[in-house]
């Protein structure tokens, strides 16, 4: 456990009322990404996926009441605050920070660099107007929003699930949330930026994967890797017709592999591909 003096644990302690209502605040408790599973020990390697550098958790407390317990997480960036938001994305919208969520007691939300958890160890009406309460006023004390990954604005808008988009960066995340493979044919790691997106329904969407390398010849390499496993046949037209009849195709644009999986035709698939890296090099582009 690392020292609350540590002044980027006491910038985050100050961004969390002492009190809410007449639930009083106890002792901090602050980790990092060494310590994390001290804390959270199933989910302690989604936050570590995403470069956590601390998390302070504040447990508030009034007799013969449910417990309510804040985790403010320091993500480094508003890209990585962003992204952790994205790995569940289940619940209603409560229109906190940059983007929220609220299920069953649990509050999730991010602003600027900042993911905040905030959640009743029993839901009641009172507790989850405490909630919410709290999630909003750690946003406002947040002083300024951050930007969300670049990668976004390469994703073609007709047919976009918006509220189903995911960042990540490894292939552990991505197999979360979509399996391809066992290994990692697409050479993802730390360094590498991803958005995974859905057009269409869940259960018969396709799925578009944008993942920037930031490096022409490591998006050739990885291009080739994943053709060489994914469609062993084609690797060098890019697209295939999988076992349950849909399609999937890949690309690469300067820096950045375009993969869609699960489209209805040959054509869908090549299509979406175009608008992806169409949009993302006319964003490189000099002005």
């Known amino acids: 456990m690392t020292a609350p003096e540590d002044k980027d644990a006491k910038a985050l302690s100050s961004l969390i009322p002492r009190t809410i209502g007449p639930w009083l605040s106890e002792a901090d408790e602050v980790f990092d990404a060494e310590t994390i599973f001290d804390y959270i020990n199933g989910s302690g390697e989604v936050y570590r996926s995403y470069n956590m550098r601390l998390v302070l ?12 317990v804040v985790d403010l997480f320091d993500m480094g960036s508003s890209e990585d605050a962003f992204g952790v938001f994205t790995h569940d994305l289940d ?12 299920k069953g007691g649990l509050l999730s939300f991010w602003k600027d660099r900042y993911f905040g958890s905030v959640y009743a160890e029993e839901e009641t009406p009172e507790t989850k107007g405490l909630v919410l309460e709290l999630g909003r006023q750690i946003a406002a004390a947040i ?8 990668l976004l604005s390469a994703l073609p808008p007709e047919g976009l699930d918006a509220k ?31 958005v995974l997106a859905l057009y269409g329904g869940p259960k018969d969407g396709a799925r578009l994967l944008l993942v920037d390398y930031g490096d022409t010849a490591k998006a050739g390499a990885a291009r080739d890797s994943f053709s060489g496993a994914y469609m062993p046949e084609s690797p060098e037209k890019g697209i295939v017709r999988t076992e349950d009849g849909k399609w999937a195709a890949v690309r690469t644009a300067g820096s950045v ?9 040959e054509t869908q698939a090549a299509a979406v591909l175009d608008e992806a890296a169409a949009a993302w090099m006319k964003g490189r582009s000099p002005k």
Request: proline fraction near 4%; charge should be negative.
């Open 91 to 102: 619940g209603e919208d409560a229109k906190i920070g940059q983007g929220s969520t609220y």
């Open 57 to 68: 958790a504040r447990r508030f407390h009034k007799d013969g009441k449910p417990d309510i």
């Open 257 to 265: 592999v375009a993969v869609v999986f699960d489209a209805g035709s």
């Open 143 to 150: 002083p300024r929003e951050g930007s969300k990954p670049s």
């Open 164 to 194: 189903l988009v995911r960042f990540f960066h490894n292939h552990l995340v991505l197999n979360y949330h979509f399996f391809v493979a066992d290994t990692n044919i697409l050479l993802l790691d730390q360094t590498t930026d991803a």
